[in-house]
Structure formats: C-alpha cells, structure tokens
C-alpha cells in the first residue's frame, strides 16, 4: 500500500517535510471489512484543520498516522456479505492511500447514474455539495426575492451556494479571487454579480451590487471580507458560518470581525455549523440535488489533480485560490 503519513503539524503553509509517503505491504482483511482502491481523493481546506493541534471538531490526525482524507473508490476485495467486488463506494472518512481497509457497513455504495461522472459525487451529490445545501436551506432560509452573499464562490461550496440561492428566487452576488472565476459565477453559474476581492473594494462593490442590503451571508472565508460583509446585514437577516478559510495557515489569531455589534442591531442569526451533523439528512439532500442536475439547474466543475504522490503539494490550490469547483486527485483510473 502507500499512505500519506502525517510527520509534524505544519507551521503556517504545508511543507514538504510534514506528511512523507510510506509503502507497506497490504494485511488481511477483517471479517465485514472491503478493502477499497481509490479513485478520487477529495482535498479540503478541512485537511488542514486536521494537520494542526486546534481544538476542532474532530480530533488532530496524529503525528505518524495516515492523513484523514474523504474518497471514492473500487472495491476490490470484499469480506462484507452485501458488497461485492466491482462495487464503487464512497468511503467517508478514511486515510490519503492507495488502498483503505474499512468495515463494510461505513462505506456507501454509489448508484450508476447515467450522464453523470463519478466526480459529482464528491462535488453536487458528495460532502460539499450538503454542505451548501443544508447550510443554505436549514440555516439560512433563503426567501424569494431576498439578496444572498456568498464568499469563496467559485470554489466547491460556494458554487453550489449560490445556484440553490437562484433556485430559491434569490438575489445572489458572490465573492472570488479572479476575473475568470467572477466570469464562470455570472455566465455559467447564472449568479447575479461578482466581486474580484483582489481587484476591487469589496465594501463598495457590496454596496452597488446589493441596494436592499444583504439578508444571507454564507460565509467560507472570514477576515476582511466577512467584516464588509457584516457591515451591510438587514434586520433579522441569517450568517450560516460554513468555514473561515482566510485563518487556517495563520500562526497567531486573527482579528475581529470589526462590525460584530452590528449582529446585535440587525437581530442577524449567526449559526455555525459541521456538516458531519447532517449525516443522517445526506439522502434528503442529495435527492434535491440530483433532481436540480437532472433539470440542468445546476452547473458544476472539478479541478483535478493527477496521482497520489501530488495531494499535499496540491492542497495549495486551496490557499492560492487556483482551483475552480471541486479540487481531487485522480488516484487510479475509473
Ligand atoms: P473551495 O473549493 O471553495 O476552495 C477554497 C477557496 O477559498 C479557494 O479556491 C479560494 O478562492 C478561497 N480562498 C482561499 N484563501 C482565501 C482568502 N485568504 N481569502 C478569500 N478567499 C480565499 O473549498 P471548499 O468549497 O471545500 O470550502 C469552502 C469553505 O467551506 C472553507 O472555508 C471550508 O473550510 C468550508 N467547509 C465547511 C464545511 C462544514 O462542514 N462547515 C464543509 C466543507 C467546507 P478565491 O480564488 O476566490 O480566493
């Protein structure tokens, strides 16, 4: 096997020396177990969460464990009498490697959907795509004709954010890194507007594109950004609190928000949330989801990578803002 082990907990951006590739020889397989050969590994902002000591929402990778890491696979051997081998499986949480021994019962066999490419499956049908979806739904309750922030746009999340915001009659303006990527939000992905942050003064561009205020802001990025952001909330508008990607190379707490009293006098409901805790909702959510692709509602990329010795130089991507939609690494061919 080859499993990405984790050496030391990065200090600011992922280094070199802090995850090292290991080979060893594949044991054997435990009774109820299938041993799956991964396709997909998905790259998330959340691996690096998961590098440090934080205090998160789940416990730090320990130093000389294998990376925890989400992915789609083969299954190549089976000792689970439901699963057969051939099966292609999502294996919630297992570990960045070529192969991953997991009990059967933990893995979630993925239907054959015709038209449909396996990578939607880590992207509008898999964890990011619930993410915006119940994040979006249960916690911003987007209304008809309301005006809906995201930021991080063209990213995973973000993207599909902003389209289930169009679905519901918002409004929608959504904040990126690049001209390209504000072009793919507005041409592509049907959005209202988009605001480049690296090129233009978000607090303006928020005030032209946004005359009625804002009445959502999904949030993945905090920083300045969220802070111009809180400055233009309407009364009794709603923050679902999805991730605040600016922070997590950072090596001393950041600042802020600035405008944090103005959540009082708006009465806004500012919710955080882990997407771990809608598990038990994922078939409801990937239902809406499927049926609004099925209905070309719903525009999607991936950005992927090849090979699994590239994931941790390609988390970068993240960071950089280089990628577009979904970023995985292609592991094995289909
Ligand atoms: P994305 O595909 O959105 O990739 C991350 C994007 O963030 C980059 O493409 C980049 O785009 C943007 N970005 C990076 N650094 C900065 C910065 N300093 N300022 C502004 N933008 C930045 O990743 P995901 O869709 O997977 O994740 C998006 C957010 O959602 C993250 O914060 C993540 O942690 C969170 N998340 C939370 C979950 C939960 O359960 N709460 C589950 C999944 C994700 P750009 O070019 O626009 O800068």
Sequence with gaps: NQTWVLRQRPVGDIKDTDLELVESPLGELADG??????????????????M????????????GEGMRGGSIGVVTQSNHLLIQAGAIVNTGLSQWALYNDIPGDMVNVLPDIPGLPLTAFMGPLGATGMTAYFGLTDIGKPQAGETLVVSAAAGAVGSMVGQIGKIHGCRVVGIAGSDDKCQWLTETAGFDAAINYKRENVAE???RHCP?????????VGGEIMDAVIARLNDFSRM??????SSYNDTEATPGPYNFANLLMRRTLLKGFIILDYLDRFPEGMQAMAAWLAEGKIHYETDIVEGLENAPSSL???????????????????
């Design 240 to 245: 679902p609190l999805c991730g605040l990607i």
């Design 212 to 220: 009625d205020g804002i009445d959502i802001n999904f949030e993945n």
């Design 52 to 63: 440090s000591d934080a205090d998160a929402y789940l416990p730090p990778v320990g130093i």
């Design 316 to 334: 970068e991507r993240l960071f950089s803002g280089k990628n577009l939609g979904k970023l995985v690494v292609r592991v094995s061919q289909e």
């Design 33 to 50: 177990s299938v041993r799956v050969k991964t396709i997909y590994l998905s790259l998330d902002p959340t691996n690096r969460i998961w």
């Design 205 to 207: 561009a928020l005030d």
